[in-house]
């Protein structure tokens, strides 16, 4: 697959009344923007924590299109979209025409032409859901659900609604985010959106190796040593290290990484006394997060995955409310 | 997994109130309990034989935890929940996070919280599902849909329902099971259901290799010879030999087992005239049962398979009645 | 799988009534009832190309048999069913108790048993879907959604609707097939629907070992030069080169192949100004059609796949209700 392209990825996935009609990054929307989701996400969420049904999606069809498998992502995306009623279909990509020689852009204009409304896209290629979304009409949403390096842009946006309804006003947190912020399209995804909606200070904690090239513009502060990163922190976002990084050179193991960077109890202290802890999992437990703090009153880890069922569910809505929109003007 | 356990699988599957919150075995469950499945699943059923749908589980989620492959469980189970208006999602379990070195206690809280009300649950290890039922939290309904030699109890209720419809009032039946009890959780699911339900005897016909160890005190006669353990049978049922017994030094050769003790009309004729005769399937024409018999007046092999759907249907709203009281306690 | 049987395919896929219960091949349906089809599938087009949503299907169980894996035909089967109201579950036969030593009639029974009303099949061997009826209860209507090279009608009937929306009236067309006709399941199935809904001249353009052995009697017109053959052509369709194809003696190369049956614009100008440019799809950009043409003003491509949904959803409506009329009967 070839990825270049014409358009910013916050470009395209506006339409021209400025309405999300794709959701590929949460870089270059709105403080309005992102705010609209976190409400319209908080709509479904009863005050007993369930999620409310509603059939916005009736007689639309989601595809879900995972290049690269992930049974996690791909089961809250699924369970969102029967939520608002959406036929929901998985395409199995490996079994499909791709590998009979179709071109990527041949197989997304017959899935379209199979009456998709939406495609949710997973892909290990950094860009690849912003390419898909270069090459669909009018009529489709795409949704990226993770491209490799680059966004993940829902669970930024479920991190989000956690801190707003668990710590407060952004403009008030100090955030800190500890680990692999380098290759993680997770913190990607979280710094630009806490930047977006104001937040007081962004940190990022992680041995040298592992710290980001490229958000220095961004007054995003850098901190070696975690003990000094979480001093003062109201929220305390540990990232996961991928297996695949754990036998590389950046790091020199995982017992070394849970020494230095490890979430103990005693490393959470140096933080705010009621400083919440996010993970966007699955969690290495005794490699970045301790069991005690996993588990702990502090812990808002199984909060994000619930708040992720109601964040999917408005980003799906909300695009097929901006695609029918863009649908109307093409 | 470590299955060890503090609490019995029958008092797990009760709530205070004595109501059904998961089901992991018949053992231990009342002749009202059992009945009231046995009720509930005859209510699905139309006068034609056909299904009838009834939206009880709308809005609801099942998830499918299938850690052994069974296509044949897997689509009773989903056939069943979505004529409940179920949401039905199955977990790819082998692409999961497991693999990436997630806990399972991990998944399965991580299930729960994208919104999962019931899980049903396939292990080939003995206690999987009465383990799981141990970690979820009080809103989440587990059902055993098979694990290892241990219980397959929908499997037994299904069979119980066939025997009420077509042989009628327990205590007036003479029951005989043939095969591999030693290895079997069906015959052991069955066994349970028909003591509780006051069946007249209870019947053990297999070589001694195959012979259980554990149900003497449930006063089972054991027989070696087909032809005496027949004898005045109102019920008979086969069981499957699994392929993997079938080269293991416990059976001579499928052929000679077929010979001692394959149901072939001439061995059935030693039963009572109008004895029934049960499978659970998939059934080794020539192994356990001949042609003859299988496709014969007297099979209500594919029955079964038909009232399992309305038993899985009860069972899934039972249960889900009974989480949702546990709930309301919690 | 044993595949000979009694009776021929035309008969056994009308009940008594004349009316559809299963759809096996366009062979010896009446203009009537390919007309019946047709007429259908366009009653869920919407004036803006999208696809109307009927619950025709609620409460039904379309069961979804690919003994041959199609993610292409199994999405709009499924999508077709969802836009019914149908429940869909997919049989994953690979995993399926046939492994287990199960026959073909027992697993189709046991589908049945769990209250299947239709099964989707494709199968890499000729005659299976038509086997696979002759097997069934009158319970179950039976769909080929591609058996070997002898049918794959669903795609003959939504290339007939594009036709027929696209070109007109049967009878003034002269319809041109370009490709390899003899191994072409989609070919057999459009070959029989053009003869009997009227076509003035249907035409085969091939290389001769890629020549139908069994179609002379049917009055069809064989030529070996491509521009021969488009000569005054209404309707142009593009057969897709198999892959296995590419590389065996009957095939010089896919370069070959292309410069003398390529469908560029230099060739396609010998057929009508006018002329519409179909493909079965997926298709190989540079074998048998140049970029160009697949993606010029005449083509109708995708058009096809999108009329494929509402033809499917046509085809598994009236089967039901053929069924539904054959189980009254029966």
Same mark, same amino acid.
């Given at each position: 697959?070839?990825?270049?392209? $014409?358009?910013?990825?916050?470009?395209?996935?506006?339409?021209?009344?400025?309405?999300?009609?794709?959701?590929?990054?949460?870089?270059?929307?709105?403080?309005?923007?992102?705010?609209?989701?976190?409400?319209?996400?908080?709509?479904?969420?009863?005050?007993?924590?369930? /999620?409310?049904?509603?059939?916005?999606?009736?007689?639309?069809?989601?595809?879900?299109?995972?290049?690269?498998?992930?049974?996690?992502?791909?089961?809250?995306?699924?369970?969102?979209?029967?939520?608002?009623? $959406?036929?929901?279909?998985?395409?199995?990509?490996?079994?499909?025409?791709?590998?009979?020689?179709?071109?990527?852009?041949?197989?997304?204009?017959?899935?379209?032409?199979?009456?998709?409304?939406?495609?949710?896209?997973?892909?290990?290629?950094?860009?690849?859901?912003?390419?898909?979304?270069?090459?669909?009409?009018?009529?489709?949403?795409?949704?990226?659900?993770?491209?490799?390096?680059?966004?993940?842009?829902?669970?930024?946006?479920?991190?989000?609604?956690?801190?707003?309804?668990?710590?407060?006003?952004?403009?008030?947190?100090?955030?800190?985010? /500890?680990?692999?912020?380098?290759?993680?399209?997770?913190?990607?995804?979280?710094?630009?959106?806490?930047?977006?909606?104001?937040?007081?200070?962004?940190?990022? /904690?992680?041995?040298?190796?592992?710290?980001?090239?490229?958000?220095?513009?961004?007054?995003?502060?850098?901190?070696?040593?975690?003990?000094?990163?979480?001093?003062?922190?109201?929220?305390?976002?540990?990232?996961? /290290?991928?297996?695949?990084?754990?036998?590389?050179?950046?790091?020199?193991?995982?017992?070394?990484?849970?020494?230095?960077?490890?979430?103990?109890?005693?490393?959470?202290?140096?933080?705010?006394?009621? $400083?919440?802890?996010?993970?966007?999992?699955?969690?290495?437990?005794?490699?970045?997060?301790?069991?005690?703090?996993?588990?702990?009153?502090?812990?808002?880890?199984?909060?994000?995955?619930?708040?992720?069922?109601?964040?999917?569910?408005?980003?799906?809505?909300?695009?097929?409310?901006?695609?029918?929109?863009?649908?109307?003007?093409?």
């Amino acid at each position: 697959m070839h990825l270049s392209h $014409a358009h910013t990825p916050s470009r395209l996935q506006l339409n021209s009344q400025g309405r999300l009609r794709h959701f590929l990054t949460t870089e270059g929307l709105s403080k309005e923007q992102l705010t609209e989701i976190l409400d319209f996400a908080e709509s479904f969420l009863a005050p007993d924590g369930s /999620i409310t049904n509603q059939p916005l999606l009736a007689g639309r069809t989601v595809m879900n299109l995972f290049f690269e498998a992930s049974t996690r992502t791909l089961t809250t995306f699924a369970v969102a979209a029967k939520r608002l009623s $959406a036929d929901v279909v998985n395409i199995d990509i490996a079994k499909s025409s791709n590998s009979k020689g179709e071109t990527l852009r041949d197989m997304l204009w017959n899935l379209e032409a199979m009456t998709a409304d939406t495609f949710v896209v997973r892909h290990s290629q950094s860009g690849a859901a912003h390419f898909i979304a270069s090459q669909v009409t009018p009529k489709v949403a795409v949704i990226n659900a993770g491209d490799g390096r680059h966004n993940h842009p829902t669970q930024g946006m479920l991190d989000m609604l956690t801190i707003r309804r668990h710590a407060g006003d952004f403009s008030q947190l100090t955030v800190a985010i /500890i680990g692999d912020v380098r290759h993680s399209r997770v913190a990607r995804s979280e710094i630009y959106a806490l930047q977006t909606l104001g937040a007081k200070e962004i940190r990022v /904690i992680a041995p040298r190796t592992l710290q980001p090239k490229d958000f220095q513009q961004l007054g995003i502060k850098l901190y070696e040593r975690l003990e000094q990163g979480l001093e003062g922190a109201d929220v305390v976002i540990a990232l996961r /290290i991928q297996n695949e990084r754990m036998e590389s050179p950046l790091l020199a193991s995982p017992e070394e990484f849970y020494a230095l960077y490890g979430l103990t109890p005693q490393k959470l202290a140096y933080a705010k006394p009621n $400083a919440i802890v996010m993970h966007p999992g699955p969690i290495n437990r005794g490699v970045e997060i301790a069991s005690e703090v996993a588990d702990g009153h502090q812990s808002l880890i199984l909060k994000q995955v619930n708040y992720g069922i109601a964040v999917r569910m408005a980003v799906l809505a909300l695009t097929m409310q901006g695609q029918l929109t863009t649908r109307k003007e093409g």
